[in-house]
């Protein structure tokens, strides 16, 4: 791993979950711990980057010489990347809530005392967060993930077409040791030729070493 690998490149990182609220007490959100994201944010800028860490809610302290953004939904973290950018690398390792509620309880909601009937949530769309910034005039080679529990690399390679992407890193989240909040990951980073390159398990530490050495020799 050489330090200077990155130096003078500007990466913008993405990392954890995000929260969607519900009403003031609750939210929809998933279990991504930010440890990706974050072990790469610590290698990028090992490697010599100026990084940009935008994180979800997550309890991990913000590696050395990483400027991070907290953010808490998936609209607030579009608006920081739009923020911090332009840019010349974007690693995007956030699992970004697909949907948010579509309407916002400015109250803690109450159950009906005299029913016994569910509740019907409404959840709309929310930005793409990677194909938004992957589409830009100012475009970053753009780098995402893709968290599947099946059909891991026909539906990563499907992610890396639709979103217009350089790289997008295959990570198979139905294997409790590879996946969310686990420590160790195991990935398959495919490139635009559909070409697939393995990283057998390790630390997220030092998986995030090996993709910023290959991330940094693809944008090379
Ligand atoms: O945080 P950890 O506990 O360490 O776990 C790591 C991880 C499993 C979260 C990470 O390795 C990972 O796979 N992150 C991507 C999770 C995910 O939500 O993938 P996806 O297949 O839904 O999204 C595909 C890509 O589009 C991702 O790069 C995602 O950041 C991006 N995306 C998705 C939806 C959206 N609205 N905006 C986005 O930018």
Same mark, same amino acid.
Do not use: W
């Given at each position: 791993?050489?330090?200077?690998?990155?130096?003078?490149?500007?990466?913008?990182?993405?990392?954890?979950?995000?929260?969607?609220?519900?009403?003031?007490?609750?939210?929809?959100?998933?279990?991504?711990?930010?440890?990706?994201?974050?072990?790469?944010?610590?290698?990028?800028?090992?490697?010599?980057?100026?990084?940009?860490?935008?994180?979800?809610?997550?309890?991990?302290?913000?590696?050395?010489?990483?400027?991070?953004?907290?953010?808490?939904?998936?609209?607030?973290?579009? @608006? +920081?990347?739009?923020?911090?950018?332009?840019?010349?690398? !974007? &690693?995007? #390792?956030?699992? =970004? /809530?697909?949907?948010?509620?579509?309407?916002?309880?400015?109250?803690?909601?109450?159950?009906?005392?005299?029913?016994?009937?569910?509740?019907?949530?409404?959840?709309?769309?929310?930005?793409?967060?990677?194909?938004?910034?992957?589409?830009?005039?100012?475009?970053?080679?753009?780098?995402?993930?893709?968290?599947?529990?099946?059909?891991?690399?026909?539906? @990563? +390679?499907?992610?890396?077409?639709?979103?217009?992407?350089? !790289? &997008?890193? #295959?990570?198979? =989240? /139905?294997?409790?040791?590879?996946?969310?909040?686990?420590?160790?990951?195991?990935?398959?980073?495919?490139?635009?030729?559909?070409?697939?390159?393995?990283?057998?398990?390790?630390?997220?530490?030092?998986?995030?070493?090996?993709?910023?050495?290959?991330?940094?020799?693809?944008?090379?």
């Amino acid at each position: 791993f050489e330090r200077g690998l990155l130096t003078g490149r500007r990466v913008l990182i993405t990392a954890g979950p995000t929260r969607e609220a519900i009403d003031p007490v609750r939210y929809v959100s998933n279990h991504s711990s930010g440890k990706m994201g974050f072990a790469l944010a610590e290698a990028a800028a090992e490697a010599g980057a100026a990084v940009t860490l935008v994180s979800g809610p997550v309890h991990l302290p913000t590696p050395q010489r990483v400027a991070r953004i907290d953010v808490v939904s998936a609209r607030d973290m579009l @608006a +920081a990347c739009e923020g911090a950018m332009p840019c010349d690398i !974007l &690693i995007a #390792a956030a699992a =970004v /809530a697909d949907y948010r509620p579509e309407a916002v309880a400015s109250q803690k909601m109450k159950k009906d005392p005299g029913s016994d009937d569910g509740l019907t949530l409404r959840l709309v769309r929310n930005p793409d967060i990677l194909a938004t910034l992957a589409a830009r005039a100012d475009r970053p080679f753009s780098v995402g993930f893709a968290a599947e529990t099946e059909h891991l690399l026909d539906y @990563a +390679a499907r992610k890396l077409k639709s979103k217009n992407l350089d !790289l &997008i890193v #295959a990570n198979d =989240v /139905a294997n409790p040791q590879i996946g969310f909040n686990s420590e160790d990951n195991a990935v398959s980073v495919i490139d635009r030729a559909l070409q697939a390159t393995r990283f057998e398990q390790a630390s997220k530490g030092q998986i995030a070493r090996q993709l910023i050495a290959f991330i940094a020799a693809r944008y090379h």
